[in-house]
């Protein structure tokens, strides 16, 4: 709010203050006037003598009218300042809704304006608190029932190879399932340790030169076993042998690992999954496509959200740590570029967009 010169304080106070002379001097001359014609013989008949009380009674009632008209005109003044002493016992009782009329461009407007914004603020602070008071609470709730479901099943299985005859074979079988928990477990606590670092700014990029499609053939090779075991083709596709940008290797390889992950988890069913790198101007565009069943749109909305998994997708078997998609988008993020997801009968695809240079 810009504070005009004619519409200040000071020039209304100077204002007031002349008009206040000049409506007592006029009020002075009409009472003069008046009283001349009433009295006129009386004057007439007055020596000099009474001349100077005259003047006294009229400089008192001079001063008398002057401060009567000056706190009329600025009346409106107190007023506005009990608005905002009110406004400030409002803030300060927890009703940050309320708010300060603006009438006028004054110092007093400005300082409403100002108090207006203060009570905003606050209302964002609390509401920040409130919002990350229910994150908090629903973190420790998410991290407490993935740990206790795949530790239960650990703590199961092993009791029961402990404390029973079992055939070898069953006991070897116990011992693979509580062995896959524990991995589970594992990878639970990593993806939690991970977030929790990337949540605070803990994690810091150590940004170099980077061949995208030498890394994205390294992790094909290294997610091989995984197509294997779960009888899944996959395809990469360049049309650049080589595709350069500025970032942090290991951290891009954290996320599309997370991505490739997800898609293997959660496209079993489509028996193929498809890796697509595509190098523009500005930048370079990986796709990562699976063929298994679609994600509705109101799940597309919220897929990145940390501990958040699809229903169907809720098993022990694909259900991960909720927190894969969560990582690869921070980490996305921090080189500045962007990641969604779209669903359909053409399949599933997370697309990445990255700069040449974050």
Do not use: W
């Not at 100077?14 to 009409?30: K, P």
């Not at 290797?249 to 898609?263: D, E, K, P, V």
């Not at 699809?310 to 690869?328: K, Q, Y």
């Not at 599933?348 to 700069?355: A, G, I, M, R, S």
Request: glycine content about 6%; overall charge negative; some cysteine.
């Amino acid at each position: 709010m810009k504070n005009n010169i004619f519409k200040s304080f000071r020039f209304e106070i100077v204002l007031y203050s002349i008009l206040s002379l000049l409506y007592m001097l006029l009020t002075i001359a009409m009472l003069h006037i008046g009283i001349y014609i009433v009295l006129r013989k009386s004057f007439q008949e007055l020596s000099g003598a009474p001349a100077a009380i005259i003047s006294m009674i009229t400089i008192a009632a001079g001063i008398v009218l002057f401060i009567t008209y000056f706190l009329m005109l600025t009346k409106k003044f107190i007023t506005y300042i009990k608005e905002m002493i009110d406004g400030i016992n409002q803030i300060s009782q927890g009703n940050f809704n309320n708010r300060i009329e603006i009438n006028n461009e004054d110092e007093f407007a400005l300082l409403a304006d100002k108090l207006n914004q203060m009570a905003d603020d606050i209302k964002e602070i609390m509401e920040n608190e409130r919002r990350s008071e229910y994150a908090k609470n629903e973190l420790i709730t998410s991290v407490a029932h993935d740990l206790r479901t795949p530790l239960t099943s650990i703590i199961g299985y092993l009791d029961l190879v402990s404390s029973k005859e079992l055939p070898l074979d069953t006991q070897r079988k116990y011992i693979d399932i509580a062995y896959n928990k524990s991995k589970r477990l594992e990878k639970l606590i990593e993806d939690l340790f991970t977030y929790t670092k990337f949540n605070f700014g803990e994690v810091k990029a150590n940004y170099t030169e980077v061949d995208m499609v030498k890394l994205i053939n390294q992790l094909v090779d290294e997610f091989y076993p995984s197509f294997a075991e779960c009888n899944l083709e996959y395809e990469f596709r360049s049309l650049t042998p080589t595709a350069v940008i500025k970032a942090d290797g290991n951290l891009l390889a954290r996320a599309l690992a997370n991505l490739i992950s997800n898609a293997i988890k959660y496209g079993r069913d489509g028996k193929n999954i498809l890796i697509e790198l595509n190098k523009g101007t500005n930048g370079v565009v990986i796709k990562v496509t699976n063929f298994g069943d679609i994600i509705p749109i109101e799940d597309l909305e919220r897929i990145f959200q940390r501990f958040y998994r699809v229903e169907s997708s809720r098993s022990s078997e694909t259900g991960g740590s909720g927190l894969g998609l969560a990582i690869a988008q921070s980490i996305i993020e921090m080189h500045g570029g962007s990641i969604f997801a779209q669903s359909d009968d053409a399949g599933t695809v997370f697309t990445v967009q990255l700069k040449n240079e974050p």
